[in-house]
């Protein structure tokens, strides 16, 4: 079991250590669990699917990398496949605050680079702040999205956030998580196209500059993350983040990174390329480079 897990770990109700042990002992645990993982560690622990969710938060708050604020926040997003996906906040010493991602923009970001159509849930240790449910207005479920905060009684998004700004202000009908792409040709080595298919896939309706990053860590191992973009601009999420996101969730670190590669078009009145140097360069990776889309 990864050591992050250890402490939480041995705090679970005994049947739910005993289901998990299993699926935590594998070699890289993908901090999500499939619905047929989910249904099988119910019928072990006889808990139903709320109060499963609920005990598995402090594991997604293991993941948390809060070097700032020393606050750590778990999130468990769960799609209409029945998967679960942890998510956790991560702070970057060394740039801006802004750099921050939130758990649960790390929860649904993680969610849909694993190919979730769409969430029916969040459940998280903490209210979600204004940040956080405002960048989930921006999903394709909508102002149903069920918010499940411990010691409150079950709500959607709606009722978090009255009278929301939202996409439709902008006449944007695309959602995050809605299939999108924007059909750039896949070329280069793996790593450029990991970046490039990342590309494809982001959101961005707004400035119409859609961008993927690719990380290769030095096992070859790669994850790819999409930006996301929201319709209140502040809270969109830079491919960079979705990319840590993805390696942190996964138990590597970011010594771990062999090098990046950024893909985003030369003519889009936006660019991810002098953040994604700064915040990669206070990880202490400078091997970044970059693919122009056209
Ligand atoms: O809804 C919230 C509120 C805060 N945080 C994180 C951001 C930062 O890392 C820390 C302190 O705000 O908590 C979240 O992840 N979600
Ligand atoms: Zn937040």
Known sequence: ?????????????????????????????????????GVSLRQQTGMDEATLTFSLLPLAAACARPSISRFQVGA???????????????????????QTLHAEQSAVSHAWLRGEKQLTAITVNYTPCGHCRQFMNELNS???????????????????????????????????????????????????????????RSHAPY???????????????IFSGSYAENAAYNPSLPPLQAALNLAYLSGYESQDILR????????????????????LRSLNCRSIDRVLLN
């Open 1 to 37: 079991m990864h050591p992050r897990f250890q402490n939480v770990f041995a705090q679970l109700p005994a049947s739910l250590q005993a289901a998990l042990r299993p699926l935590l002992s594998v070699n890289a645990f993908p901090a999500m669990l499939s619905a047929a993982e």
């Open 76 to 98: 468990i997003a769960r799609g209409v496949s029945g998967n679960l996906y942890f998510g956790a906040n991560m702070e970057f010493p060394g740039t801006t605050l802004q």
């Open 142 to 200: 909508g102002t149903r999205l069920l918010i499940n905060l411990p010691g409150r009684p079950p709500s959607t998004l709606g009722d978090y956030l009255p009278d929301a700004f939202g996409p439709g202000d902008l006449n944007i009908k695309t959602r995050l998580l809605d299939e999108e792409c924007h059909r750039f040709t896949l070329q280069g080595d793996t790593l450029t196209q990991a970046a490039i298919a990342a590309a494809n």
């Open 207 to 221: 400035s119409n500059a859609p961008s993927g990053m690719a990380l290769e860590m030095k096992d070859g191992t």
């Open 260 to 279: 990046a590669l950024l893909a985003e078009r030369p003519d889009a009145p936006l660019t991810q390329w002098e953040t994604s140097v700064a915040v």
